[in-house]
Nanobody
Framework: QVQLVESGGGLVQSGESLRLSCAAS????????IGWFRQAPGKVRETVSCTSYGDGTTYLEDSVKGRFTIFRDSAKNTVFLQLNNVSPEDTGVYYC?????????????????WGQGTRVTVSS
């Protein structure tokens, strides 16, 4: 069964850090691009970051550049999103998704598999 499971969310204060995990089962994340998306309360889902497989190209949305890092651990079949110096604007449900072909795309419609999401709440 193909599955993506996010974890690592929680309640943190502004300026703190946390690491989100996206673990795959039933398939290998190799040959897949992985994206992270978030949906803040009352807002549409947006693309936060993605990483290509192969050349390792990454994308970070402007508001998270310098604070978030995306990286993969192939041995663990997991992609991580490191969130540093978070702010209340980072609050939301974070989803990961996998796109076959390995190339990172911002468009959410191009992703094949989605996780159920993990909630991040940042207090001021």
């Amino acid at each position: 069964q193909v599955q993506l499971v996010e974890s690592g969310g929680g309640l943190v204060q502004s300026g703190e850090s946390l690491r989100l995990s996206c673990a795959a089962s039933g398939f290998s994340l190799d040959d897949y691009a992985i994206g992270w998306f978030r949906q803040a309360p009352g807002k549409v889902r947006e693309t936060v970051s993605c990483t290509s497989y192969g050349d390792g190209t990454t994308y970070l949305e402007d508001s998270v550049k310098g604070r978030f890092t995306i990286f993969r651990d192939s041995a663990k079949n997991t992609v991580f999103l490191q969130l540093n110096n978070v702010s209340p604007e980072d609050t939301g449900v974070y989803y990961c998704a996998a796109r076959s072909g390995g190339v990172c795309w911002v468009s959410m419609s191009l992703y094949d598999y989605w996780g159920q999401g993990t909630r991040v709440t940042v207090s001021s």
